[in-house]
């Protein structure tokens, strides 16, 4: 029977039953057992953290490496370990798992008026599967052949038995199909909750916009990572039982690796890209106290990112020679029009607003900056005969880690946003705007000396560069910014110890935020709500709090009607101005059980 | 209150106009003496081109870029919080919107406009080259083989070999793999291309200016990466028959390649991808 | 239910010119097959969710003028707690070794997923979703 049967089955009256299993653990078995979203999504965060620290330190001994000339710090093969699972780590096991697993689980159902997500035991073995996977991708460097090194790309034919052979590479292999099916799974399991744990009157079009940034976020997830997961289950073919999808010499197509491998490679950008575009637009106006300019603008924007950006692979391989390049061109380039207009909406929120900078402000700031930076020089990648010369060299390297910091940026943002409310105190803000200002200068310093040296022709995974190519100044500079942005993290895992050692308690709604998680206690009970105020637009919360400071289109001066309803209204109608109505799946805090038959 | 509020959006509306109309004209007035911007202006002919190209772009970028980041710097030092009074919660003005999303479609089609005219012409292939060099990537090094002229120069792992050309004439380059996937670069031609198996690639260089350019494999192919390099050597026509002649006599010919000859399975699509 | 029917058959649709741009082309196999791959993850699920929207009363989460008391009542089952997932996070990560270090981690893998994969069923029996 589907939830959805269920649900028009169900009568108003409470029907409880109470369940045999009543036992509450506590410590370790509660944490390996729990199936609460809160929990789960705390675990993946922390996990994640744990992972950007070890890739970070990878990426500090390589900046040290290639800080001198001919250096032979590292050996050859040790660098090339190195790139590769840093990139890896990064990519597949930190940011990706910190927004989708982390964040979008913990926020999701709060932001939604959910008890949990839909299927919790689900979600419980997401995170396994993850944490599994991690520690395998972690193992490849106790095999005897070290770690993969064959980039985080694993191009065909350098990924077969014959090139790299060995048990580090499979390792890296069974690490991804493992993270793989647990992004699957996380999707499947955000729109589920997203479509059918709503709480009442939230329609689609009042949904907090993070929300509807981790749905596009879900169904991208869900059509690019089924690629990846069957291209490296292919790759595993070739190696072990001579399939020869990938090699020329069997009969195979090597090209066949990049496309399938970009196909989930690009809409991969904007899964990771997209949670934090969410957490943008719900900082911002928060701490501009206005409403998020062009709500509508922005769920459009939001789809016709995702749209494009499956059709886009072909752009990371302009220089194979054998793709169409006007058309990947077009649609990289058409990307731009929508983040144009997202950039553009979050400038028009701050417009004419009272902007408190608090960590978590000043942190969207420097990622609207640093993404502007990102953006900007994509643009140039998205045109072939300019790929044509950065491709490869530092310049795509610094590209991409602009836009990768800013979403860095965001991160920390939210976690500093969403701190009071997931621990009941708050992270100091003194402290935060140091960081801030670490990280901020640090990436920054790290990344431009790398566009120049893309300019200069410095290609990428090279673990020397030669006397004389005029390098060396720009990599000193770059090492320099790479340790400021090193220094900002031990700032933040400061901040988090003297935070946790005096503890200043948190409000339930600690910024005056608008939306329902800011509701319900810090930290919120195990099925989240006690109570929902009632939802008569995206911003429950402050219509609840500000009921004379409802939200009007700028042109007209009017409410706008929000599905042909005024927000506010409906409050005004219920009668209970101050006292929100007592939500009925969630009151009790007990296991309620549907008889099925 | 609301009259001083739209006139400020028609305001912010001139201004995005103005970018827009900057980019134009800049376009239009195709110069021929930008700056480098960091770049190199192209030792070939097709390297040239991207440079323009390029410097165009940083034009355009340092435009859109500049409104943009004043747009943001603006909002932020005028609206700080001055009082407790709660803003007007103005959430949709449709025209601004538009404006918005009408603009940067114009200049999208702009640059895809001129990128399509560069790549065009960087994509040409001659009929008539002056030279053709069958280019083929091993791990870990380069071999140059002139088939008419029967000159081959051998490239051993790890050597820096050197392929020379004709300055001021064509060279059309074959571009073949023996093994993994390599990236056949020279940063002064502002131009890369992929050398892979089962994949032929086919180019054009047209070096403007003679000189010893430095060249390297840019895509990742294993151990030693870092060290896959060579070298062109561009000369005048007569000092380029004269190195044939050299190199024909010393019969380096002979050398008979002991790679594995690449099987090819799939040839380059470019003039597919023309428009 | 019908804006979440839309969504989802807007982006097929959307994919379904961008696959037959693609093909008429490129004339690329690999791409298309995937586009259409796309095609698909946006209009199957998003037809069923538009066929149920049309019969049946929009939901409360539908209306924009329902109350918070409408959604009164049992939504679903939440567990507490389920050590299953944990179990067969094991068997999967035994799995993994296996894939990476030798066949003889699959016996101990395939029995936790097996066991686990009971356990989580005969549990969820008792009480709701997954
Ligand atoms: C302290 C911060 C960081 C520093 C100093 C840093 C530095 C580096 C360096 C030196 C490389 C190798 C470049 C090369 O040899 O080609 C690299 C590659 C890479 N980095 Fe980072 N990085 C940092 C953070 C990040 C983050 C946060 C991410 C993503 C979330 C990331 C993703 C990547 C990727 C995907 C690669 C490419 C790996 C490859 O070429 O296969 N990095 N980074
Ligand atoms: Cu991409
Ligand atoms: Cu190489």
């Known amino acids: 029977m589907t939830l959805l049967e269920e649900k028009q089955l169900i009568p108003t009256e409470e029907t409880k039953h109470a369940t045999t299993e009543h036992h509450e653990p506590s410590g370790l078995i509660k944490w390996l057992t729990s199936t609460d979203h809160k929990v789960i999504g705390k675990s993946y965060m922390f996990t994640a953290l744990i992972l950007m620290i070890i890739g970070g330190a990878m990426a500090l001994i390589m900046r040290l490496q290639l800080t001198s000339q001919h250096s032979s710090l590292l050996s050859f093969q040790q660098y090339n370990e190195l790139f590769t699972m840093h990139g890896s780590i990064m990519i597949y096991l930190f940011v990706g798992p910190f927004a989708f697993g982390g964040l979008a689980n913990y926020v999701v159902p709060l932001q939604i008026g959910a008890p949990d997500m839909a299927f919790p035991r689900l979600n419980a073995l997401s995170y396994w599967l993850y944490l599994g996977g991690s520690i395998i991708m972690l193992l490849g460097f106790f095999t005897a052949s070290g770690a993969a090194d064959f980039g985080w790309v694993a191009y065909a034919p350098l990924s077969s038995a014959v090139n790299s052979p060995g048990a580090g590479p499979d390792a890296w292999i069974a690490a991804l199909v493992l993270t793989g099916f647990s992004a699957i799974f996380t999707g499947v399991n955000l729109v589920t909750t997203i479509f059918y744990l709503r709480a009442p009157g939230m329609t689609m079009f009042r949904m907090p916009i993070f929300v509807w940034n981790m749905l596009v976020t879900a169904i991208l997830i869900l059509m690019a990572f089924p690629v990846l997961t069957s291209a490296l289950i292919m790759l595993y073919a070739d190696r072990h039982f001579g399939m020869d999808i990938f090699s020329v010499k069997g009969g195979g197509v090597p090209v066949l690796w990049q496309n399938l491998f970009w196909f989930w490679g690009h809409p991969e950008v904007y899964i990771l890209a997209l949670p934090f575009f969410g957490v943008v637009t719900e900082i911002i106006p928060v701490f501009s106290k206005k409403p998020i300019f062009g709500y509508k603008g922005m769920v459009f924007a939001t789809l016709a990112i995702a749209a494009l950006s499956t059709g886009v692979w072909g752009h990371h391989m302009f220089t194979t020679g054998v793709v169409l390049l006007p058309f990947f061109s077009l649609l990289s380039l058409l990307i731009a029009v929508p983040t144009g207009i997202k950039f553009f909406n979050w400038i028009a929120t701050m417009w004419r607003g009272q902007i408190t900078f608090t960590t978590p402000m000043l942190m969207c700031i420097g990622f609207l900056i640093t993404f502007l930076i990102g953006g900007l020089t994509g643009m140039f990648l998205a045109s072939p005969p300019v790929d044509f010369q950065m491709h490869d060299t530092y310049f795509v390297v610094a590209h991409f880690h602009s836009v990768i910091f800013a979403l860095v940026l965001a991160a920390v943002g939210a976690l500093y946003y969403w701190w009071p409310k997931m621990f009941g105190w708050y992270l100091n803000d003194k402290i935060g705007k140091v960081q801030f200002w670490l990280l901020f200068i640090g990436v920054n310093a790290t990344v431009v000396p790398w566009y120049i040296l893309g300019l200069h022709g410095m290609p990428r995974r090279v673990a020397v560069y030669k006397v004389g190519m005029g390098w060396h100044a720009l990599n000193i500079a770059a090492t320099v910014g790479a340790d400021i942005t090193g220094l900002s993290f031990l700032v933040f895992l400061l901040n988090i110890y003297l935070s946790w050692d005096k503890k200043v308690p948190a409000p339930s709604n600690p910024w005056d935020g608008t939306t329902l998680e800011w509701f319900t206690s810090s930290p919120p009970p195990t099925h989240n709500f006690t109570r929902i105020p009632p939802i008569r637009s995206e911003r429950p919360v402050w219509d609840f709090n500000h009921p004379d400071a409802i939200a009007i289109s700028a042109h007209s001066q009017k409410a706008p009607l929000i599905n042909g309803a005024p927000p506010g209204n409906g409050r005004a109608t219920n009668g209970n101005a101050r006292e929100a109505t007592i939500s009925g799946s969630a009151n009790s805090g007990t296991t309620e059980t549907v008889e099925s038959d | 209150m609301g009259r001083n509020k739209l006139s400020r959006f028609k305001h912010l509306k001139r201004v995005f106009g103005a970018g827009g109309l900057i980019i134009i004209l800049a376009t239009v007035l195709s110069a021929c003496n930008l700056p480098a911007f960091g770049g190199y202006k192209g030792a070939t002919a097709q390297g040239h081109d991207t440079h323009m190209l390029y410097a165009w772009l940083v034009i355009a970028a340092i435009v859109v870029g500049g409104i943009t980041l004043s747009l943001l710097l603006w909002a932020i030092f005028r609206y700080r919080k001055k009082s407790d009074t709660i803003p007007k919660q103005f959430q949709y003005h449709i025209p601004l919107e538009i404006t918005y999303t009408v603009i940067p479609i114009i200049i999208v089609l702009i640059v895809f406009f001129f990128t399509v005219n560069v790549e065009n012409k960087v994509d040409a292939v001659s009929t008539h080259p002056y030279v053709k060099i069958k280019v083929t990537a091993f791990q870990w090094g380069w071999n140059f083989d002139y088939p008419q002229l029967h000159v081959d120069v051998h490239g051993v792992t790890l050597q820096n070999p050197e392929m020379v050309l004709p300055t001021g004439k064509t060279a059309r380059i074959t571009l073949v793999s023996a093994d993994v996937v390599h990236g056949f670069y020279v940063r002064q031609f502002n131009f890369s291309r992929y050398a892979q198996p089962g994949v032929v690639n086919v180019f054009d260089l047209t070096v403007r200016h003679s000189g010893t350019y430095q060249g390297q494999c840019t895509q990742f192919c294993g151990l030693y990466h870092a060290e896959m390099l060579f070298r062109v050597k561009s000369v005048s026509p007569t000092q380029f028959w004269s190195w044939v002649h050299q190199e024909q006599a010393e019969g380096h010919s002979k050398v008979v390649s002991q790679l594995p000859s690449p099987v090819v399975k799939v040839r380059s699509t470019n003039s597919r991808t023309k428009i | ?130």
């Open chain 3, 1 to 130: 239910m019908k804006v979440e029917g839309v969504v989802l058959i807007g982006i097929g649709l959307f994919m379904a010119v961008v696959s037959v741009g693609y093909w008429f082309w490129s004339g690329e196999p690999s791409g298309t097959a995937m586009l259409i791959g796309a095609v698909l993850l946006g209009l199957l699920p998003g037809g069923y969710y538009y066929w149920w929207a049309k019969r049946m009363k929009p939901r409360p989460e539908d209306r924009p003028d329902s109350t918070i008391r409408e959604g009164a009542g049992v939504i679903g089952s939440f567990p507490h707690g389920s050590i299953w997932p944990l179990v067969f996070g094991a068997g999967a990560f035994l799995f993994g070794l296996a894939l990476a270090f030798g066949w003889w981690f699959l016996p101990p893998a395939l029995g936790l997923m097996l066991v686990a994969a009971t356990g989580v069923t005969t549990q969820s029996r008792r009480g709701g979703t997954i």
